[in-house]
């Protein structure tokens, strides 16, 4: 009997470093088609990793399964969605996306530079603004809430539309100064368990934290459908959450703060593909 | 009336004489149970799917009841074995008297 439950004992232990292991060496192509580069060199400007990968290196084999292909992929449906509304007149002046911008295929490599400086409105303008912008100065239509369901869907279109394309957003000029915020707000502790961003992401990728296998925090994959919640997320509701788990008083979507960082998270990213809209846990 | 309700297949495009294929489908629909009140205390109506059918040129390949614990977004996967190039037709009713459909071909070589 004793020797039985030992038996038991070991077996489970087996079972569960087994799942808690990902394939970190798969590489990921959607479709048989769409070739995602998921590891590639760091960028001169993240002066602390080597090499940056890509979330889905960190998932379980089932979760990086979902992504390979678009019929399995969950964000799809609301990538359909958000087609529906691109083709949707709305608004005082009569126009729909597609007035302007055609197919949604035409915008391919635009997820790819955001957030990015806008002459016009001297800001520094994440995807979410530009295509509110779009609504109330072109289309003289209403806003959509930051990252209401209608906005995460359109931020899943544009990013499917650009999967495979490398990230390259711009960090000098103009968006300067907010790149550097971003900077300061990545290594600032927060919170009762005064963790910064970099205490997971950067010192401990990789490495499991309780449940949870740490990625770098790479965003290149929002918008991200997780398995958690069942629907699609964004990348500053992600912020929200993990300054949350901080326990720490967070700072709202869409305020400056998290424009900053952003920006700044988005280009530690530069050199990987968009993939979004993804599957994470 | 269910809204942004999408018919999703996948089947191979050719496949040998008796070959078993796997077919994928999935329908976006909100399939709601009717066992959830809203914000006022009052019963949201019940709207699924109530049932699924697979023909392949005319005969049934499965014919399926959905109930109201079924979750968003139905997805069916099943396999089928093809005689002969023809037709898959799908089907799925709504409660609310809708009928959607879509169709695919299959050659077999």
Known sequence: ?281 | MADNVTPRVRVPRDATAGEEITIKTLISHPMESGQRKDGDGNVIPRSIINRFTCTFNGETVIDVTLEPAISTNPYFEFQAIVPESGTFEFTWYDDDGAVYTDSKDITVG
């Open chain 1, 1 to 281: 009997m004793k020797s039985l439950f030992k038996g038991g004992i070991a077996a489970v232990a087996i079972l569960s470093a087994f799942a808690a292991n990902a394939d970190e060496e798969a590489d990921l192509v959607i479709n048989e088609e769409i070739e995602i580069t998921v590891r590639t060199d760091a960028p001169a400007h993240v002066e602390n990793l080597s090499t940056i990968y890509s979330g889905w290196v960190f998932r379980s084999t089932e979760t990086q399964a979902l992504q390979m292909d678009d019929f399995e992929n969950p964000g799809m449906i609301f990538v359909d969605d958000a087609i529906a509304a691109w083709n949707t007149v709305e608004g005082t002046e009569g126009q729909s996306c597609a007035a302007c911008h055609g197919a949604p295929e035409e915008m391919a490599g635009v997820r790819a530079v955001y957030p990015k400086w806008n002459d016009e409105a001297e800001e520094v303008r994440t995807i979410a603004m530009q295509v509110n912008g779009c609504r109330t100065e072109q289309m003289g239509a209403d806003e959509w809430k930051y990252d209401g369901n209608e906005m995460l869907n359109m931020e899943a279109l544009l990013a499917s539309v650009s999967r495979g394309i490398p990230v390259n957003v711009a960090i000098d000029g103009p968006v300067q100064a907010m790149w550097e915020k971003g900077r300061e707000l990545y290594y600032t502790r927060f919170g009762q368990l005064d963790l910064s961003c970099a205490n997971c992401h950067e010192d401990n990728y990789g490495n499991n934290i309780r449940a949870d296998h740490l990625s770098q925090g790479q965003i290149n994959a929002f918008p991200t459908y997780r398995l958690k919640n069942a629907k699609l997320n964004g990348v500053q509701g992600r912020f929200r959450g993990c300054i949350r788990d901080t326990r720490a008083e967070t700072f709202a979507v869409g305020s400056e703060e998290f424009i900053a960082l952003e920006l700044y998270v988005a280009s530690r990213g530069n050199g990987l593909s968009v993939e979004g809209p993804s599957v994470r846990n």
